[in-house]
């Protein structure tokens, strides 16, 4: 059942060229520290898949950068029943607030969870050692700290998801697994706000998601790179170019851009027409149809400015039914507008078949926009405001969940107090157009913010102060 991914070590010295000298210092010092402190010790990171997922982004490099920086960091996955996952998408949709299937929580539930995590057990726990440590990630593992701890190990249990303001049913799935987590070591969450109540406060710790400055979706891309990128995928037209250069994939291997998006649009978008861009999943909490009207009626034409909606291509035959009813009703908004705002509107399937290749799209188009936006009605941190931020653009985005704690409004990005004020973000999105030396400053000022804060060199100093504080080194 559970399985080890195989993730090969990324050396850690290259975020020198990123970092300025007094802070790669203090992050080799981290890395020294951590070393010494683990030698001889595994830290597990234990979660339930090994591909997909905003978990998986954010496992990956911190894993791999950890075995570079000499520390035997793993992965583990835990494989589960049918049955075993309907019951922790229903507690991982509590943990968000909504009722997801509406199933209880009840004791058959508990058996179910159970029984799939003591098999899981049964293959790992005997690879644990005393004083190693162990990081459960999200409620699908919640039930292994009791067996994990017996075995010695320090146990952290990180929660991915939150909310900012806990319902009943937040706390019906914080009721379930309670009891599994009071023997944990430590509990992580990603911002203050979702910490829950009933847990032992002096073990929690924040540690906020970080991007990998070095991936296919936040790489350094050129100008030129960008366009041909942008042009071969079919996103935007323009003069001939060569292809685009090899990228490097998030195994190291060269990857290319060869497919093409679908667009839907009135007329081809031109290379130097300037981009407003929102890259979301067609997700109704991600306000595509906000996001389209609010341009279309509130982003004067006179601008120039054009729309981007770029989203992972839905395939027909996905698991996904929400993600199909919610492109059709961008396109059906889209094609609603009056004939002229209707043309400055282009909605982008960005194809998922290979997600290196995907991944760099998004990164061309990050870099080739003018301005961003995240216009989300909820999100827990909201990855992609990051990683635009790291691109130097000036992001407009709704102040709700983890965005606040990236922008600071005026400063390092635009934030709309009410995400459903169509007339406020096309106002604001039209103030960042009309005044590009202000656009550029914040720009740089949240790149700055994503370097000192948000890139995976933080979370990984977060993650061994963590263990630092909280290991029991073994006395004499
Ligand atoms: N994303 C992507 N391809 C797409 C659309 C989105 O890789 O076609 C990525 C996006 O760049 C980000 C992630 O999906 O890394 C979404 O994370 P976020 O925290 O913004 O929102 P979530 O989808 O987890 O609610």
Redesign the pocket.
């Given at each position: 059942m559970a399985f080890e991914v195989d993730i090969p070590s990324k050396d850690p010295s290259r975020f020198r060229d990123v970092l300025p000298p007094e802070r790669f210092e203090e992050f080799e010092h981290g890395c020294e520290e951590a070393r010494r402190l683990l030698d001889g010790h595994v830290v597990w990171n234990v979660n339930s898949t090994a591909r997909g997922g905003?978990v998986v982004?954010l496992l990956r490099p911190l894993v791999a950068y950890a075995r570079g920086a000499g520390v035997d960091a793993r992965w583990m996955v835990v494989e589960g029943t049918p049955e075993f996952f309907t019951v922790t998408k229903r507690i991982h949709n509590r943990l968000h607030g909504s009722p997801g299937d509406r199933g209880p929580l009840d004791e058959n539930a508990q058996r179910i969870y159970e029984d799939v995590l003591a098999a899981n057990l049964a293959e790992f726990v005997d690879r644990v050692l005393p004083n190693d440590v162990v990081i459960l990630h999200d409620p699908q593992t919640a039930g292994m700290v009791h067996e994990l701890h017996a075995a010695g190990a320090l146990v952290i249990w990180r929660c991915h998801v939150g909310l900012d303001t806990p319902n009943e049913l937040a706390r019906e799935a914080w009721a379930f697994l309670r009891p599994y987590l009071l023997e944990a070591d430590a509990y992580v969450f990603s911002r203050e706000a979702f910490a829950w109540e009933g847990l032992d406060r002096k073990k929690i710790a924040i540690i906020a998601p970080t991007i990998d400055v070095f991936s296919p979706?936040n790489c350094d891309l050129d100008r030129e790179t960008v366009r041909s990128i942008l042009l071969v995928s079919g996103i935007v037209t323009g003069a001939e170019v060569p292809a685009p250069p090899p990228f490097p994939c998030q195994d190291g291997t060269p990857g290319r851009v060869e497919r093409r998006a679908q667009m839907f649009e009135d007329e081809p978008l031109h290379e130097y027409d300037p981009v407003v861009l929102q890259?979301?999943?067609w997700?109704a909490l991600k306000d595509p149809i906000g996001v389209i009207e609010g341009f279309g009626h509130h982003v004067p034409a006179e601008t120039g400015a054009r729309l981007v909606y770029?989203?992972?291509a839905v395939d027909a035959v996905s698991d996904d039914p929400e993600g199909e009813r919610v492109m059709r009703e961008a396109l059906a908004t889209r094609e609603a507008l009056p004939a002229d705002a209707r043309r400055r509107v282009h909605l982008a399937a960005?194809p998922?078949d290979d997600l290196n290749e995907?991944?760099v799209m998004?990164n061309a188009l990050q870099r080739h926009a003018r301005v961003v936006v995240q216009k989300s009605l909820a999100?827990?941190?909201?990855?992609?405001v990051a990683?635009a931020m790291w691109k130097a653009r000036p992001v407009v985005a709704s102040r709700i969940g983890g965005i606040q704690e990236q922008i600071t409004h005026g400063e390092t990005g635009i934030l709309l107090d009410d995400p459903r004020d169509l007339r406020a973000y096309g106002a604001a999105v039209t103030a960042l157009l009309m005044d590009p030396e202000r656009a550029e400053e914040i720009g740089r000022r949240a790149r700055e913010r994503v370097r000192d804060r948000f890139i995976s060199v933080r979370s990984l100093l977060d993650y061994f102060a963590l263990i630092r504080r909280f290991m029991l080194v073994p006395s004499g």
């Open positions: 905003g982004e979706k890259v979301s999943r997700d770029a989203a992972p960005l998922m995907n991944a998004v999100e827990g941190f909201g990855l992609t990683e």
